[in-house]
């Protein structure tokens, strides 16, 4: 169960129409996604491959930026989802995404 909603949480908060400068930020710096406790390190690789590191193990998945969103499948979740982002978020930022599992807060790397 724990994997499933780690899962959920890594579409939530690796999948989300935003502007220009939050994508770029995301996908340029990496984010830190915290949910139930745990901290989530993502780093996303410019050939459109991330890896998320949950509960000691590797996670590896895919993304894309379509328009004015970013959209992400994994090793666990290989059905590509999309989730909504705020806008005009950089580099140090935190903000929260409430998704099918509750709610995953974001913070973006510096």
């Known amino acids: 169960m724990r994997k499933l909603l780690i899962s959920a949480a890594l579409a939530a908060g690796l999948a989300a129409p935003a502007m220009a400068d ?21 780093t996303y690789n410019a050939d459109g491959t991330y890896t998320a590191d949950a509960m000691g193990q590797t996670i590896n998945g895919k993304w894309r930026i379509e328009g004015a969103s970013l959209c992400s499948s994994n090793d666990m979740q290989p059905e590509e989802t999309c989730t909504e982002y705020p806008e005009g978020k950089g580099p140090g930022d935190e903000f929260t995404i409430s998704g099918d599992q509750g709610e995953v807060t974001i913070k973006i790397n510096e």
């Open 22 to 42: 939050t994508l770029e930020a995301v996908t340029s710096k990496g984010v830190v996604l915290s949910m139930m406790g745990m901290e989530i390190p993502v």
